[in-house]
Each structure stands twice: as structure tokens, then as C-alpha cells.
């Protein structure tokens, strides 16, 4: 094992045309946790880069030359002969031992608890990190966005082939019933459905264990493939499911519903703009810290506009609204209303905007 060892660490790093992300890394240890192929190991990459050649080891703990316990027996020994200030443990286990070094970064879908890291969740590109990958800005860049999504390998890759590529991806990264339910939750994605009514559907056609369904279930949430949104103060009442990347939509079934896509778009800029968000009975999306509704309406007129907030004005009431976003794919305006201050705004102002 220290033959490989000393492989990796004389191997070079190489990053290919980077982009930078929302995400910075400096002298502290991280644990830096994400989807597959939502950019962390690029992110680690580059900041090795930016450090001395003998200072770091680069270890992808995927590699089939990796024994574990030989490892463990020698990669404290190595870091410390050769003054190791980084180590990058990339698809982290827990069966591999934490090491002393003065900065550990580890890499991995999970969370692991491990007190002494900083962590950080990485998503695939938001709205404004997507433009970075334009050759220009222009009325075209949205509609890009809503046929490549956030994965940004999805840009090297043959329009013919995005959709094996993806497929692959998450054949690679989840079992076979991790796959089974997100394929199910794609066919539901921003509608409400429980792990228990999952289970109940995918019985009909398959012999599968309750429990197992539930603890891929939790897995797929853990991991960030699936978001569930909660009803405003019903903790309890069935949740809402959003997917990881509007891609995985052409990816993994036939339906169209351009409503239900634009709705999960709108949902991924609020959470990785950090915005805690509830959904009621014709509100897609409440935000108490705010003081804001956001509609998904990508092709409403001022009057369909109306009409949707008629439908919600007791819930506008009695959580005292201040503002009603409707976010379009064009439309531009504003709409009177005795209690709220509604605007209409496109998608790509409106994830720019903050």
C-alpha cells in the first residue's frame, strides 16, 4: 500500500476549464457532501492546485487498489514522513480511519459526524453558476437551462447522449431500489406523495419489503436526490417531493408536465439560496422569514394571476403576506390587491435577482 500511496502523491492534479462556484474552500478541514457529479471533486481539485506539489495527497477511496485495512495501517505513518498538510479522502467510507493532518477534507454523498469539519453541501448549478458555462447571455440561456439542468458535465456531452449519460451516472452511484423509487418520484415529482404510498405502488408490480422501501427511501433524501417540503404548520400532513435536477426528468421517464418542471426549478434556487420554504392548498411556495408567497405561473396573464390569488386570499390573511412573487418564463408586471404587493417575474430576473 505505501507503493500506491507514493503513486498518488507524485501523481499531478489536472482540472479542466474551471468554473468558479458558490462554494469557497480555505485553510480549514471540510467535509464537503453532494449528490454524484455535483462538482465536489472539481471544487477540491482546483483548490489543490492552489497549493504546493508535496504538500497534499489526493486519495479517491473508490480505487480497486485500495485495501482498506492495509491502508489504515500505513496512511497516518506516510502523512507524517512526508508532511502532508492536505489530505483529500474523495468518496469517503467510514471503514477508512481519520488521520491527524493539518487539513482534512473529505468528500462523500453522506454526512458523517465528525466534529471538527466544516461542513458543506454541494448542489449542481444553480441558475446563475449554469451561465458561467454560456458562451453568451442571451433570451436563449434559459432555455438551455431547461434542457441540460445543473449537472455541468452535461455540457461536454453529445445532445444524443445526455440521457444514457445521466442514466449511467446514477446506475453507477444508487442500487437497484434506490433507482426503482427516484424513477417513481420523477413520475410525481412537486406532487404529494409518502414513502408509504410509494411502497403501496410499487408493490402492485414487484415483490418488495416495506422496510426496505423505507430505508432507500431515507437514503435517497440523505443523499440529496429527493427534497420533501413540509405543509405550513402541519408537520405531520404528506409531503411534497422535488427532485435533485430537472434533467433527471427526460432522464428517467416519458411524461411531460411543463408545470411540474418549472415548479421543481423554482424550488432548487430557493433551497440553495438557503430559503426555508412551506407549501399550502394553492401556494406553491410560502417563505415565513420573508414574508412571501412564490408562484410557479410560467405562462399566467394578469387575470389567471387574479384568479390564483382569489383562491389563496384567506391564507394571504392570515399569515399577513407581504409579497406575492409569481415567477414566469417572460410575463413582467404587477397586479393591485388590497393586502399583498404582487409582481410578476421571469424566471431568469428572478434568479438573478438576490
Not at 226 to 240: G, P, Y
Amino acid at each position: 500500500m505505501e507503493i500506491l500511496l507514493e503513486e498518488l502523491y507524485k501523481t499531478d492534479i489536472y482540472v479542466d476549464k474551471f468554473h468558479f462556484r458558490k462554494v469557497f474552500l480555505d485553510s480549514l478541514s471540510y467535509q464537503i457532501n453532494g449528490i454524484a457529479q455535483s462538482g465536489k471533486t472539481k471544487i477540491v481539485k482546483n483548490y489543490l492546485l492552489g497549493l504546493k506539489k508535496n504538500s497534499y495527497l489526493y486519495i479517491n477511496c473508490r480505487d480497486l487498489r485500495i485495501e482498506t485495512d492495509a491502508l489504515n495501517s500505513v496512511l497516518q505513518n506516510f502523512c507524517t514522513q512526508n508532511q502532508i498538510a492536505t489530505l483529500v479522502l474523495d468518496n469517503y467510507i467510514d471503514d477508512i480511519k481519520i488521520v491527524n493532518v493539518p487539513q482534512l477534507i473529505l468528500c462523500s454523498e453522506t454526512h458523517h459526524d465528525i466534529e471538527f469539519l466544516k461542513s458543506i453541501r454541494v448542489y449542481p448549478l444553480d441558475y446563475e453558476e449554469f451561465l458561467a458555462y454560456e458562451h453568451k447571455y442571451d433570451s436563449s440561456a434559459l432555455n438551455h437551462f431547461l434542457q441540460l439542468g445543473g449537472f455541468a458535465f452535461m455540457h461536454k456531452v453529445n445532445s444524443d447522449e445526455r440521457v444514457y449519460h445521466l442514466q449511467k451516472a446514477l446506475k453507477e452511484t444508487l442500487n437497484e431500489k434506490e433507482l426503482e423509487i427516484l424513477i417513481f418520484c420523477t413520475k410525481m415529482m412537486t406532487q404529494k406523495i409518502s414513502p408509504y404510498s410509494i411502497y403501496e405502488r410499487l408493490k402492485q408490480t414487484q415483490k418488495i419489503s416495506k422496510d426496505k422501501l423505507y430505508d432507500s427511501f431515507e437514503k435517497l433524501s440523505q443523499k440529496g436526490y429527493i427534497h420533501q417540503v413540509q405543509k405550513v404548520n402541519h408537520s405531520k400532513a404528506t409531503r411534497k417531493i422535488y427532485l435533485c435536477d430537472i434533467s433527471l426528468k427526460s432522464a428517467l421517464t416519458i411524461e411531460k408536465h411543463f408545470g411540474r418542471l418549472f415548479e421543481n426549478m423554482i424550488y432548487l434556487e430557493l433551497l440553495k439560496s438557503g430559503r426555508d420554504c412551506f407549501y399550502d392548498d394553492g401556494v406553491d411556495f410560502y417563505i415565513p422569514d420573508e414574508s412571501e408567497v412564490i408562484l410557479a405561473t410560467p405562462f399566467a396573464d394578469e387575470r389567471a394571476l387574479f384568479k390564483k390569488i382569489e383562491a389563496i386570499e384567506s391564507f394571504i390573511i392570515r399569515y399577513q403576506v407581504k409579497k406575492i412573487t409569481a415567477v414566469t418564463m417572460s410575463k413582467e408586471g404587477s397586479v393591485n390587491h388590497p393586502f399583498s404587493r404582487i409582481e410578476m417575474v421571469p424566471f431568469d430576473i428572478w434568479a438573478l435577482g438576490d
